[in-house]
């Protein structure tokens, strides 16, 4: 079985600081690993994923992840925030079959401040 | 851009009723998925359908839980007599079935009365 966690339930920050939201899996089979974002009153939309390859892996609006598969971390980075950022974001893991089910962590909800 | 289409974005309903919650998914995909949001909980996985049948299920999953493919492009996930507790956001998704990603629709929030 597969579990994620995020280790953090709230992150504020400032406008134009820089941010990680952590985020931690444990799985017995390899996994394919997720970011999502929910802005308000939407849906998920893939922010990135890492597949295969190198671990460092980037995304949509200046996102990035690092895979440290010793650690089995996932954690989410971007050096500058904006306003625009304010949602609530969930990390992911599935195994690696086809058509496997997302696992999600809590979520951590990112509020950037002016 | 194709996207998956959810309807309808709200829907209100007596403890005890029927509701349907329907999806389209992007054409061209063969997977397809149920996912549910409960205020303030992560998103769980209910259902995936592949080749018109269920290919897994979670616990929540029960008898009160069935989904259906009717024709070639909707995807309906019925729950037959609604608790309280079915009160939720619930997401359509869809896939190709590779190491693609799952397509999110903007969800359904079901309010059980």
């Known amino acids: 079985a597969q579990s994620v966690t995020q280790l953090d339930s709230q992150v504020p920050v400032f406008e134009e600081a820089p941010v990680e939201l952590r985020c931690n899996y444990s799985?017995?089979?390899?996994?394919?690993l997720f970011w999502y974002v929910q802005y308000p009153n939407q849906g998920l939309q893939l922010l990135l994923k890492?597949?295969?390859?190198?671990?460092l892996v980037k995304g949509i609006n200046g996102f990035e992840a690092e895979f440290n598969k010793s650690q089995t971390s996932f954690h989410l980075r971007k050096p500058s925030v904006h306003i625009s950022d304010t949602a609530e974001y969930f990390c992911a893991v599935r195994r690696r079959n086809q058509g496997g089910k997302l696992i999600f962590g809590q979520g951590t909800e990112l509020s950037v401040k002016p | 851009e194709p996207e998956v289409t959810q309807t309808p974005s709200h829907q209100v309903t007596q403890m005890g009723q029927e509701v349907i919650l329907r999806c389209v998914p992007i054409?061209?995909?063969?997977?397809f998925y149920w996912y549910r949001q409960i205020l303030g909980q992560k998103v769980e996985f209910l259902v995936s359908?592949?080749?018109?049948?269920?290919?897994?299920k979670s616990e929540i999953f029960d008898d009160q839980f069935s989904v259906e493919r009717p024709d070639g492009s909707n995807f309906t996930l019925k729950i037959r007599s609604t608790k309280l507790e079915d009160s939720a956001m619930y997401f359509c998704a869809s896939s190709d079935g590779g190491i693609d990603e799952q397509y999110f629709g903007p969800g359904t929030r079901l309010t059980v009365t």
């Open positions: 359908f592949y080749n018109n049948e269920i290919s897994e």
């Open positions: 054409s061209n995909h063969l997977y």
């Open positions: 890492y597949l295969s390859g190198s671990t």
């Open positions: 799985s017995s089979v390899s996994v394919y």
